[in-house]
């Protein structure tokens, strides 16, 4: 059976709390009334909604500002951007100078660059969209604010990094602006920040801020829009008076319940973990992947950075090659944004930071959550250990049979044939069935060596052979010599498998089936 898991992708998005679960549930279950209701059953479900608010003013020492429940952190971006373009317009037509620049940080999360280049398109603003260098340990450039800042209309940064955990001066950031440009509106991404950092809104100049349920053990389609009182809002969602106005349509009332759950465990403040446990427990990963990767280099300086991230990068190793490996041994981990991973491109965060090729086309982000203990660490770092011996041991082997003379292959010649062949997929659920039909079936990992020695699965028991899918051609002939038996192909995803099937039934072998969806299915 699969290893189970070790979830460490936590700055992608977290599992859901206990109580957060059990919050949401009671607001579909018992809470179902709609807050803008004005009978005793809507009134419940007001009381609800005002909870959730006042405790996550509690947390965020927001004093006046508004806190606007929105569908996640993108669409809170999207509104304070809009809410700041109109501001400028309207300045603008009434003929007050306002700045050119929209300046964003380099390494901010798309969505903020992407929704200036929108809204200043759709306006018709036509002020130029600028990027604000960081420095090779991933800070902004003060120098260069300081220089861009008389000319700014909006200024948009962040709180903490996701991809690298840095955390911004926000400090300096504010000196700046109260010296060059008291009247620059400032939209800060706090959604890495929140329940890793402390956050006093209502001592900062932030306009605008933006949270995200999901990043903190609350469920996906839940977030927060704060804005300091008199900043400028315009809604984006009009037709209903609901969030005082501010945002048209009912509340998303369970996913604000399990947010309320998740403000409440801040403010009882013993069920995350603390600062200084959360710090251990980077260093004991940080020393996993040092012996478990001679050569390893961590990408940003730990003291600059929240503790529960950690970005590094191998020598001659790809991020595609540690990810599959991590996989295979059942740690999960990204490459980067979860909202870039399906494009194969090195980190842009750590492109801008300046660093060199082979650091950001190897780079991994491990990222655990404030509520993962000491046990879970432990078995992390024990899988990230096993990674490393494997990596050693597939190399050794490569190594030595690079010096053996080829294998002599006679292999059918297939056509050249690109049509797509129907391959029998098995469901995971239907394995158990067909391999008991089929004693004598072949059943083959596809994957690489290094990731069959990682995850060393067993199939229901059942023999497994590791062919990677570039060495099939080294067997074919022996498969072919037994028409009659049936084979299983898997691998991670299925789409190995896929091809691997494919290729065995364009040289004439009948009975193919693979593992649909992988192992990631089972």
């Given at each position: 059976?699969?290893?189970?898991?070790?979830?460490?992708?936590?700055?992608?998005?977290?599992?859901?709390?206990?109580?957060?679960?059990?919050?949401?549930?009671?607001?579909?279950?018992?809470?179902?009334?709609?807050?803008?209701?004005?009978?005793?059953?809507?009134?419940?479900?007001?009381?609800?909604?005002?909870?959730?608010?006042?405790?996550?003013?509690?947390?965020?020492?927001?004093?006046?500002?508004?806190?606007?429940?929105?569908?996640?952190?993108?669409?809170?971006?999207?509104?304070?951007?809009?809410?700041?373009?109109?501001?400028?317009?309207?300045?603008?037509?009434?003929?007050?100078?306002?700045?050119?620049?929209?300046?964003?940080?380099?390494?901010?999360?798309?969505?903020?660059?992407?929704?200036?280049?929108?809204?200043?398109?759709?306006?018709?603003?036509?002020?130029?969209?600028?990027?604000?260098?960081?420095?090779?340990?991933?800070?902004?450039?003060?120098?260069?604010?300081?220089?861009?800042?008389?000319?700014?209309?909006?200024?948009?940064?962040?709180?903490?990094?996701?991809?690298?955990?840095?955390?911004?001066?926000?400090?300096?950031?504010?000196?700046?602006?109260?010296?060059?440009?008291?009247?620059?509106?400032?939209?800060?991404?706090?959604?890495?920040?929140?329940?890793?950092?402390?956050?006093?809104?209502?001592?900062?100049?932030?306009?605008?801020?933006?949270?995200?349920?999901?990043?903190?053990?609350?469920?996906?389609?839940?977030?927060?829009?704060?804005?300091?009182?008199?900043?400028?809002?315009?809604?984006?969602?009009?037709?209903?008076?609901?969030?005082a106005g501010l945002r048209a349509g009912t509340e998303n009332m369970p996913g604000i319940a399990a947010w309320g759950a998740v403000m409440k465990a801040l403010l009882e403040g013993r069920t995350f973990q603390s600062g200084s446990r959360l710090m251990a427990h980077r260093a004991q990963l940080a020393r996993a992947l040092l012996l478990a990767f001679p050569g390893v280099v961590f990408n940003a300086p730990f003291s600059l950075a929240v503790p529960t991230t950690l970005n590094f990068s191998v020598p001659g190793l790809s991020s595609n090659t540690l990810l599959a490996l991590f996989d295979a041994a059942g740690v999960r981990v990204s490459a980067g944004s979860a909202c870039s991973a399906a494009k194969a491109e090195p980190s842009y965060v750590l492109v801008a930071m300046g660093l060199p090729e082979w650091q950001t086309t190897s780079a991994v982000r491990l990222s655990f959550g404030p509520l993962d203990d000491h046990m879970l660490i432990h078995q992390a770092c024990t899988a990230i250990v096993r990674c490393g011996q494997v990596l050693a041991q597939v190399q050794a082997q490569t190594a030595l049979s690079a010096h053996l003379p080829p294998a002599a292959i006679g292999l059918p010649k297939a056509e050249t044939d690109f049509t797509e062949l129907p391959v029998a997929a098995l469901a995971w659920g239907d394995l158990a069935t067909f391999l008991s039909q089929h004693p004598d079936a072949q059943v083959v990992d596809v994957r690489e060596r290094y990731e069959h020695l990682a995850g060393m699965p067993s199939v229901l028991a059942r023999r497994v052979v590791n062919v990677p899918l570039d060495c099939l051609d080294h067997h074919v002939a022996g498969w072919l010599a037994e028409p009659a038996r049936p084979m299983v192909f898997f691998c991670r995803t299925g789409n190995r498998s896929h091809t691997a099937a494919q290729a065995l039934m364009r040289h004439g072998h009948a009975q193919i089936h693979h593992l649909a969806g992988g192992l990631a299915l089972v």
């Open positions: 059976m699969p290893i189970t898991p070790i979830y460490l992708d936590n700055n992608a998005t977290t599992r859901v709390m206990p109580a957060a679960q059990a919050a949401a549930q009671s607001a579909m279950a018992e809470v179902f009334g709609n807050p803008s209701s004005g009978h005793c059953t809507g009134l419940v479900a007001r009381q609800l909604l005002s909870e959730a608010r006042t405790s996550t003013a509690q947390v965020l020492d927001s004093g006046e500002g508004q806190l606007i429940f929105m569908s996640g952190a993108t669409e809170g971006i999207q509104t304070a951007v809009f809410s700041a373009l109109m501001n400028l317009r309207q300045r603008k037509a009434q003929g007050e100078p306002i700045g050119r620049l929209l300046v964003y940080g380099a390494t901010e999360h798309k969505a903020v660059p992407q929704a200036l280049l929108h809204w200043n398109a759709v306006l018709g603003l036509d002020l130029e969209v600028v990027a604000l260098p960081v420095c090779g340990h991933g800070q902004h450039q003060l120098d260069v604010l300081a220089q861009w800042l008389g000319d700014t209309a909006l200024l948009c940064t962040m709180a903490a990094n996701n991809e690298t955990g840095v955390v911004s001066d926000l400090g300096g950031i504010e000196r700046l602006i109260h010296t060059h440009n008291p009247a620059v509106l400032w939209l800060v991404d706090c959604v890495q920040a929140l329940g890793k950092l402390p956050l006093k809104l209502r001592q900062t100049r932030m306009d605008y801020a933006t949270f995200s349920g999901h990043k903190l053990y609350g469920p996906k389609g839940i977030g927060l829009l704060y804005v300091r009182a008199g900043s400028p809002y315009t809604a984006m969602m009009a037709g209903g008076g609901q969030e």
